[in-house]
């Protein structure tokens, strides 16, 4: 009775159990099935609703749940720096104001990481939404990051167990970061439009780069969430204009507290 309201809007507890009596009856007659009473019914509601998102909670948690496969979880493994570079695409919990504009705008992450070695290879911060452009730049850098003014780029990701390396020698002179490089052979990514355009294939098939597409329902194929999840709550929870995960999280006006241009 309730896979029927797993894409649905949250149910009404008390309508629920009026439609199941008049299910009841119409299956096997009035009066034939005893009801239990309104409270018994509650409380049978809220053995239902345990893990499923049915009742309480958010109702895109309810699909999430549903969606997810009845086998056990597989993981994807990697044997050497390069072999998969997983990208993905995540909006900020914080507002940042568009330098050239002067707007208030919403932060888009494009970030690549090596499977191996847990390595961000490539990152590219964009206003409002990412395009397939951003891609192709975190894919470039990936392969060739930026480099110091007066020197090479870092030492090849993964090869030593430990490296003590000077924390200046890590950003060039603006004070961008000098993130590490990897041999990439492989990207995984999911579903999304940018991932999916002429413009990244052209891409990767310049970079000789295969591409690798996340299967649905299957997060241990592209883990990424606990990276963002550490970056928003570590972070960015710190900085004026975090506006939270959602709407039910947001303060009032966030927007005015923001000062931090996009850049």
């Known amino acids: 009775m309730l896979a029927k309201y797993t894409k649905a809007s949250r149910p009404v507890r ?28 509650y409380e049978l509601l809220a053995e239902l609703n345990k893990g499923t998102n049915a009742f309480t909670g958010s109702t895109k948690g309810k699909r999430s749940i549903a969606n997810r496969p009845t086998g ?20 900020l919990d914080v507002f940042a104001m568009e330098p050239v504009t002067c707007r208030w705008v919403q932060c888009d992450l494009t970030i690549g990481l090596d499977l191996y070695s847990r390595a961000i290879t490539g990152l590219r911060l964009t206003p409002v939404s990412t395009k397939s452009v951003d891609v192709a730049a975190v894919l470039f850098e990936t392969i060739h990051p930026r480099q110091a003014d007066g020197g090479g780029p870092l030492p090849y990701v993964g ?3 430990a490296v ?12 961008r970061p000098l993130l590490p490089s990897v ?31 996340a299967r649905p329902y299957t997060p241990t194929d592209k ?9 928003n709550e570590g972070l960015l929870a710190a900085l004026p204009g975090y506006k939270g995960p959602d709407v039910h999280g947001r303060g009032e006006a966030v927007e005015s507290q923001a000062f931090y241009f996009l850049h």
């Open 223 to 231: 883990p990424l969430e606990r990276w963002f999840k550490t970056l």
């Open 159 to 161: 090869v030593p167990s």
């Open 183 to 213: 041999a990439t052979e492989t990207i995984v990514y999911d579903h999304g439009s940018i991932y999916l355009s002429n413009h990244i294939r052209s891409v990767c098939a310049k970079l000789d780069i295969s591409l690798q597409p």
């Open 164 to 175: 003590v390396v000077d924390a200046e020698k890590l950003v060039d002179a603006r004070g």
């Open 72 to 91: 056990v979880y597989g993981r994807l493994r990697a044997t050497r720096p390069g072999e998969y570079v997983v990208l993905d695409t995540n909006r």
């Open 14 to 41: 008390n309508l629920v159990l009026l439609e199941i009596e008049e299910h009841l009856a119409e299956s096997y007659g009035p009066g034939v099935v005893t009801v239990p009473a309104r409270t018994m019914g």
